[in-house]
């Protein structure tokens, strides 16, 4: 059972559009992180939030608590904006300080 | 501003042989860890260190030993390489001891094949 569930697995989008992708976890969680993957490899830590809304730039994450679900948006996406992301949640219970589970990743391809 | 730097970037093994991954940070951070990544799965933590001389278990630590050398720099230790060991390996580091309440800050990564 993946305790962290994040859709669309795959998305394409024109320069410009709109972009949601959803994380869903199944736990009480203390935390939510947001990373982006570059197609290099290299890993970015975008945000970090545990209630309500965050934006930096064009990304914005919110969060609702209670449905247990977050969203990262992109306004006005740009190919550079093409990359994994990945959700990763800090669950409430048991575990040792250091774990975070981490979804499989939204891999955001945005064509020119 | 180097950040973390990991090496090497890319190892072939053997089965059977071991090597030590390097990970350094400049940062000052008190917390670093050390993650694998595979196709189709998340990325799942091996060991972590919440300050310089503690180190801990984390999602999948076994085959793996670590050394908190010091403040900068957290090593990660195959001694008996596996087929099941070839992954992409990161490491992190964050200010605070709390995964939860720090942002996290990646290395490039190291290929690892274990033939």
């Known amino acids: 059972k993946n305790e962290v569930e994040q859709s669309p697995q795959n998305l394409t989008a024109q320069e410009g559009e709109f972009i949601t992708i959803n994380c869903s976890y199944s736990?009480?969680?203390?935390?939510l992180h947001w990373l982006q993957q570059h197609p290099g490899g290299g890993i970015v830590s975008l945000f970090m939030?545990?209630?309500g809304k965050k934006k930096h730039g064009r990304l914005i994450a919110t969060i609702n608590i209670q449905e247990k679900h977050s969203s990262l948006h992109i306004t006005a996406s740009h190919p550079r904006d093409s990359a994994v992301y990945i959700c990763?949640?800090?669950?409430?219970?048991?575990?040792?300080?250091?774990?975070?589970?981490f979804g499989k990743g939204t891999k955001l391809s945005v064509k020119p | 501003n180097a950040g973390v730097t990991q090496t090497p970037k890319f190892q072939v093994l053997k089965t059977g042989q071991s090597m030590t991954l390097q990970c350094a940070q400049d940062?000052?951070?008190?917390?670093m860890y050390w993650y694998r990544q595979d196709p189709g799965m998340g990325l799942r933590l091996i060991y972590y260190?919440?300050?310089?001389?503690?180190?801990d278990k984390g999602e999948v630590p076994n085959g793996y030993n670590v050394s908190r050398l010091n403040k900068r720099e957290f090593s990660l230790r195959l001694e008996s390489a596996a087929p099941s060991q070839t992954s992409v390996y990161f490491c992190?580091?964050?200010?605070?001891?709390?995964?939860?309440?720090?942002?996290?800050?990646f290395g490039a990564g190291t290929r690892l094949s274990v033939l």
């Open positions: 992190a580091s964050s200010r605070g001891r709390s995964i939860a309440k720090n942002i996290q800050y």
């Open positions: 736990v009480g969680i203390s935390a």
């Open positions: 939030l545990s209630s």
């Open positions: 990763a949640v800090r669950l409430n219970y048991g575990g040792s300080q250091g774990n975070l589970i």
């Open positions: 940062m000052n951070h008190n917390s």
């Open positions: 260190s919440a300050s310089e001389g503690t180190t």
